[in-house]
T-cell receptor, first 111, second 114 residues
Framework: GEDVEQSLFLSVREGDSSVINCTYT??????LYWYKQEPGAGLQLLTY?????DMKQDQRLTVLLNKKDKHLSLRIADTQTGDSAIYFC???????????FGAGTRLAVHP | DVKVTQSSRYLVKRTGEKVFLECVQD?????MFWYRQDPGLGLRLIYF???????EKGDIPEGYSVSREKKERFSLILESASTNQTSMYLC?????????????FGQGTRLTVV
């Protein structure tokens, strides 16, 4: 079955690290994604990881993938107020690159 | 610059009306998707199309239909709008090649059914 789950809220202090977690159920996923949605805006690709990788780092972002547990995480170092947004985890399935999304985690960054 | 354009940002329709939501892309991508976004539920796939005149049901197709007569255009149709279809509707596109998996989204159409 296709299901992606993530917690709905996360609150962090400015300058701390944020860790957003996601679990998925379909082991045939080829790519796993993190999308960011700022208030009133559409979704933008933040980063992605290929399913045969364990980790990917891109500046302040670190993605960790545990295929055995079907667990994906996004770590944002030195979180800033501009990082406040909803973060969606998604998996890509099948030859049509169908994306299945989680419910989204709302990240609130406070001083 | 990739463009996925949805015809309206905001729409207000009456219960029972037939509603058309249009999505146009300029990337020549094969796959086009319609999602609805609701708080706490994330994005749920309504329908998608992988080629002209081809369509596949997503997770919540009931009450909706789609049309893809040209590669660049994918329409979502609400045959008889109901209040539970009040939502944000997002169109997305992806390519078919294994490396071309990033999805590009339109800005969304916020539909209110009264």
């Amino acid at each position: 079955g296709e299901d992606v789950e993530q917690s709905l809220f996360l609150s962090v202090r400015e300058g701390d690290s944020s860790v957003i977690n996601c679990t998925y159920t379909d082991s045939s996923s080829t790519y796993l994604y993190w999308y960011k949605q700022e208030p009133g805006a559409g979704l933008q690709l933040l980063t992605y990881i290929f399913s045969n990788m364990d980790m990917k780092q891109d500046q302040r972002l670190t993605v960790l993938l545990n295929k055995k547990d079907k667990h994906l995480s996004l770590r944002i170092a030195d979180t800033q107020t501009g990082d406040s947004a909803i973060y969606f985890c998604a998996e890509s399935l099948g030859g049509y690159n169908k994306l299945i999304f989680g419910a989204g985690t709302r990240l609130a960054v406070h001083p | 610059d990739v463009k996925v354009t949805q015809s309206s940002r905001y729409l207000v329709k009456r219960t029972g009306e037939k509603v058309f939501l249009e999505c146009v892309q300029d990337m020549d991508h094969e796959n086009m998707f319609w999602y609805r976004q609701d708080p706490g539920l994330g994005l749920r796939l309504i329908y998608f199309s992988y080629d002209v005149k081809m369509k596949e049901k997503g997770d919540i197709p009931e009450g909706y239909s789609v049309s893809r007569e040209k590669k660049e255009r994918f329409s979502l149709i609400l045959e008889s709008a109901s209040t539970n279809q009040t939502s944000m509707y997002l169109c997305a596109i992806t390519g078919s090649a294994i490396m071309n998996t990033e999805a590009f989204f339109g800005q969304g159409t916020r539909l209110t059914v009264v």
